[in-house]
């Protein structure tokens, strides 16, 4: 198999310009503890993600703007080109409990859920740290800025970054892959314990 890709589809800039942003809450997985199905066809999309033994999926709750994510290419002479995966968000927990599980942070896949929306669902969720892991590269808490607030920043760890930008995370569902996929996603969350 070659290590040379090729495009394959017109790139069009049509002015249709998406929604910037993602929504305020992200799916976060300890990597070593889901297994996770790709596409035959388009290895960038997860089509299923499913938790190992009694492990479950866990949720960032962000605000406004202060969950981030993306990814910058990482190009070699002598290899091919490679993804820094990043996500970034704000802590506000400083309870023990919270303090311990921020400061364990390692070896994470995040899902996210953009604010563009195509009718046809594919692009809304995506994921990051899949293949190899996210781990935290910043960790910043300083009493008298940031209103007190902890700020995290996580990439791909060096030497291990990713084959794609992103991954996609669909569903394919005839009547909702929208409502399909955020379903798959919200069923690998803790049962809620009802009183």
Same mark, same amino acid.
């Given at each position: 198999m070659s290590c040379e890709t090729k495009i394959f589809k017109d790139i069009t800039s049509d002015c249709n310009m998406p929604t910037p942003g993602i929504e305020v809450e992200a799916w976060v997985f300890n990597r070593s503890e889901i297994s996770t199905t790709y596409s035959s066809a388009d290895t960038n999309q997860i089509t299923d993600i499913s938790m190992v033994g009694s492990a479950t999926a866990f949720k960032i709750k962000g605000y406004k703007k202060? #969950?981030?994510? *993306?990814?910058?290419?990482?190009? =070699?002479?002598? @290899?091919?080109?490679? +993804?820094?995966?990043?996500?970034?968000?704000?802590? +506000?927990?400083?309870?023990?409990?919270?303090l311990r599980n921020v400061d364990n942070l390692d070896d994470l896949c995040i899902v996210v859920e953009r604010k563009d929306k195509p009718s046809n669902g594919d692009g809304i969720f995506?994921?990051? *740290?899949? %293949?190899? *892991? #996210?781990?935290? !590269?910043?960790?910043?808490?300083? =009493?008298?800025?940031?209103?007190?607030?902890?700020?995290?920043? @996580?990439? !791909?760890?060096?030497?291990?970054?990713?084959?794609?930008?992103?991954?996609?995370? +669909?569903? =394919?569902?005839?009547?909702?892959?929208?409502? =399909?996929? %955020?379903? @798959?996603?919200?069923? #690998? #969350?803790?049962?809620?314990?009802?009183?």
């Open positions: 202060n #969950l981030n994510c *993306g990814s910058d290419v990482v190009v =070699a002479d002598d @290899m091919p080109k490679r +993804f820094n995966h990043y996500f970034s968000f704000k802590n +506000f927990e400083f309870d023990t409990e919270s995506v994921g990051y *740290g899949f %293949k190899s *892991g #996210l781990f935290v !590269s910043s960790d910043t808490h300083r =009493a008298w800025e940031n209103n007190g607030v902890r700020s995290v920043e @996580m990439t !791909s760890i060096e030497g291990g970054y990713e084959p794609h930008s992103q991954y996609v995370v +669909f569903v =394919a569902d005839e009547t909702s892959p929208y409502t =399909a996929t %955020k379903t @798959m996603l919200d069923g #690998l #969350l803790p049962t809620p314990i009802v009183p």
